[in-house]
T-cell receptor, first 119, second 115 residues
Framework: AQTVTQSQPEMSVQEAETVTLSCTYDTSESDYYLFWYKQPPSRQMILVIRQEAYKQQNATENRFSVNFQKAAKSFSLKISDSQLGDAAMYFCAYRSVHAGGTSYGKLTFGQGTILTVHP | DTGVSQNPRHKITKRGQNVTFRCDPISEHNRLYWYRQTLGQGPEFLTYFQNEAQLEKSRLLSDRFSAERPKGSFSTLEIQRTEQGDSAMYLC?????????????FGSGTRLTVV
């Protein structure tokens, strides 16, 4: 079964600075999807960024970018120009591509990283 | 369509009582998922529907839990004889069957407190 590990329970950053959240995963599959989700306090989880494993190019969405290292099974999230509204719990998640994969159709989440943004 | 809707937002129940939660997915999404999230942890998969068919159920789900999705539209999650350990946030999410790389759309969740 796939596992996702976020080794940083908490991170903090000054407003306008850059922060990187770490994620590693374990899988025997070659094709899969990786995601970062943001969960603000008492609010719903929203998708921040996604990466297809077959793509070598790192995904970017405005101030959010990833560093995807497939061989190392690492998928970190970089937030540039941090804003107060970025404060939230961030989850890394894995999803299998092919039918019959043990996590096909479902996301496997890491434990989460609480990000605090200081003004 | 305003997204995935979950009701109620909060539920407090006494131990031993039955509770039922409802999820209304995005109308054109034929896949629906239930997850459970305890405080400070990542969501854990409970079960998955494609249309009205329940295709996967977590081994973590005891026999006290049951989920339905009649007619492939809304879904209900019932917990019978609730225990204190059932206290958690129950999240519903939906997705289309194609375009898996786009992940899910989550609802706001139902927070269950068993006293």
């Amino acid at each position: 079964a796939q596992t996702v590990t976020q080794s940083q329970p908490e991170m903090s950053v000054q407003e306008a600075e850059t922060v990187t959240l770490s994620c590693t995963y374990d899988t025997s599959e070659s094709d899969y999807y990786l995601f970062w989700y943001k969960q603000p306090p008492s609010r719903q989880m929203i998708l921040v960024i996604r990466q297809e494993a077959y793509k070598q190019q790192n995904a970017t969405e405005n101030r959010f970018s990833v560093n995807f290292q497939k061989a190392a099974k690492s998928f970190s999230l970089k937030i540039s120009d941090s804003q107060l509204g970025d404060a939230a719990m961030y989850f890394c998640a894995y999803r299998s591509v092919h039918a019959g994969g043990t996590s096909y159709g479902k996301l496997t989440f890491g434990q989460g990283t609480i990000l605090t943004v200081h003004p | 369509d305003t997204g995935v809707s979950q009701n109620p937002r909060h539920k407090i129940t006494k131990r031993g009582q039955n509770v039922t939660f409802r999820c209304d997915p995005i109308s054109e999404h034929n896949r629906l998922y239930w997850y459970r999230q305890t405080l400070g942890q990542g969501p854990e998969f409970l079960t998955y529907f494609q249309n009205e068919a329940q295709l996967e159920k977590s081994r973590l789900l005891s026999d006290r839990f049951s989920a339905e999705r009649p007619k492939g539209s809304f879904s209900t999650l019932e917990i019978q004889r609730t225990e204190q350990g059932d206290s958690a946030m129950y999240l519903c999410a939906s997705s289309p069957s194609s375009g898996q790389s786009y992940g899910y759309t989550f609802g706001s969740g139902t927070r269950l407190t068993v006293v």
